[in-house]
């Protein structure tokens, strides 16, 4: 019936296809603080956002290029007050709008708002099933009750649900209850990821880090959802890296699916990408969306398959997980050509995986909140290694 | 899930068809999913009225265009909506019943 990629699609660009997707970062201010959260330290201020005008530029060089899905995210999107205006938009271009949302201080008058400008699909963040966990991790208080508030909202309004739940060493525990809740929420989907570490939650990987044993069971967990929920609730899974065998297939290659672009729009082959030295981001204000996809050297950097050293070169799975992450690599092996050292076939895999025991069976430090002032005071570097 | 002819078949909300200029074709959007439907999925789909319509209806309509069996259409059109309802595609309803949450 259906296939995940188009045969005969256009071939003019050398190869290279267009992106079906574009996560748009709208802003970087959020109203919780999460210790995992995936924007980078150095988050961008209001006064470097990029303007509706600007934004809708955007969207429309994105329907051009041939994006097909919107991933309105940030930051917290509806910290936007233009958010309609911009779904709209996109919606006159024929983008599929997605919202991924923290789901706290959004009216109902705000929602149908959105609904109404074109939202077609919400993914809500829920921190934790417990309500003192949610507001601890979220660094904000009575969100759980907020966020169900909001979930409710959302379906009440015959949208299409989805729950995002990321699971550490502090709500692993509580995981089937995060399922019980999705499909009490009526959610269609929910996905269930361990934290990636990267930036914030990279900072906090010791406080963060589950232990083995945590880890298994949630694998049990999930794998007996799926079959008991089958046709009720789909339930995404994304493992801890550092306990993988085999790594993720990162953004499904390198300059192959996805393009992101920050709030102040420099465009990206992903979110964390920046963490690479010497790559240059090029910005929508100064070059189209379509000549940075094709044609820049950050987004040409590791497309394919001809930068890769063994034994990734010569890997049967090289088509599979393209290497795995490239921002992993750099930060856990300091090379970003390497194996991402989540592959149990990287020279670094034995040291990252004792790292990780080491560090979960540890007591947990505390947290370091995601907040503007500590994102750009001087701290120790992360512990990489 | 088994449908039957009088199943009542409807557009699922999130779930989109568009034509998409850039690679030429159809596609199918949905939360998280990009699919790139055959012409015959994308016919079936095109005539799902917003309200949703009995898939006997459908097989009706097919036959009639076609000048076609509807012995064959009809099992074609079946297989072809199972999958759709078994993905999360289409929403499905039988004897004022919706049976795409309770299957």
Redesign the interface.
């Known amino acids: 019936m259906s296939m995940p990629q188009p045969e005969g699609a256009s071939r003019t660009h050398g190869g290279i296809e267009p992106p079906v997707g574009l996560l748009a970062e709208l802003t970087h201010r959020c109203p919780l603080q999460c210790p995992y959260c995936s924007n980078p330290l150095a988050l961008v201020r209001r006064s470097e956002e990029l303007s509706t005008a600007e934004w809708k530029r955007v969207f429309d060089e994105a329907a051009e290029l041939g994006v097909l899905q919107l991933h309105l995210s940030g930051g917290e999107p509806t910290a936007r007050p233009d958010l309609e205006e911009l779904i709209a938009h996109a919606r006159s271009r024929e983008l599929y709008c997605n919202l991924i949302t923290a789901g706290v201080g959004i009216s109902e008058a705000r929602l149908d708002a959105l609904v109404a400008a074109g939202l077609e699909h919400v993914q809500v963040s829920i921190q934790d099933v417990d309500p003192e966990g949610c507001d601890r991790i979220a660094g904000y208080p009575d969100a759980l009750r907020k966020k169900l508030a909001f979930a409710r909202a959302v379906r009440a309004r015959g949208l299409p649900l989805t729950v995002n739940a990321v699971v550490h060493r502090h709500n692993l525990d509580r995981l089937e209850r995060m399922i019980e809740l999705a499909l009490e929420l009526g959610a269609d989907r929910i996905e269930v990821a361990h934290v990636q570490y990267y930036g914030w939650a990279l900072a906090n990987r010791a406080a963060l880090l589950p232990t083995r044993a945590q880890l298994e069971r949630s694998l049990a967990v999930v794998e007996r959802a799926r079959r008991e929920l089958e046709g009720r609730l789909v339930i995404d899974f994304v493992i801890p890296d550092y306990y993988a065998r085999r790594p993720k297939p990162c953004m499904n290659g390198w300059g192959r699916a996805v393009i992101t672009v920050s709030p102040d729009g420099r465009v990206m082959p992903c979110h964390a990408a920046h963490v690479i030295p010497g790559l240059v981001f090029a910005n929508v204000r100064d070059e189209p969306l379509a000549r940075i996809w094709y044609e820049s050297e950050a987004f040409n950097r590791f497309r394919g398959t001809a930068w890769m050293k063994e034994p990734c070169r010569s890997c049967p799975r090289r088509e599979i997980d393209f290497g795995g992450c490239r921002c992993q690599a750099m930060l856990l092996a300091g090379d970003p050509e390497a194996t991402d050292p989540a592959c149990e076939l990287s020279p670094e895999h034995a040291r990252i995986l004792a790292l990780a025991e080491a560090e979960s069976q540890a007591p947990p430090p505390p947290f370091l909140y995601r907040t503007l002032a500590a994102g750009r005071a001087p701290r120790e570097p992360a512990p990489a290694a | 899930?088994i449908l039957d002819e009088a199943c009542v078949v409807a557009p699922?909300?999130?779930v989109?068809l568009?034509f998409?200029p850039?690679?030429?074709?159809h596609?199918?959007?949905a939360?998280?999913r990009?699919?790139?439907?055959?012409p015959t999925?994308v016919e079936i789909l095109e005539r799902i009225p917003p309200g949703g319509t009995t898939i006997a209806r459908l097989v009706d309509g097919l036959a009639q265009e076609y000048d076609a069996a509807r012995e064959t259409i009809a099992e074609d059109v079946l297989a072809?909506l199972g999958?759709?309802a078994?993905?999360?595609l289409i929403r499905v309803e039988r004897e004022d019943r919706d049976v795409d949450?309770a299957?």
């Open positions: 899930m699922k909300p999130g989109r568009r998409d850039v690679r030429g074709r596609v199918l959007l939360p998280e990009v699919l790139f439907p055959c999925t072809l999958q759709l078994k993905d999360r949450a299957a």
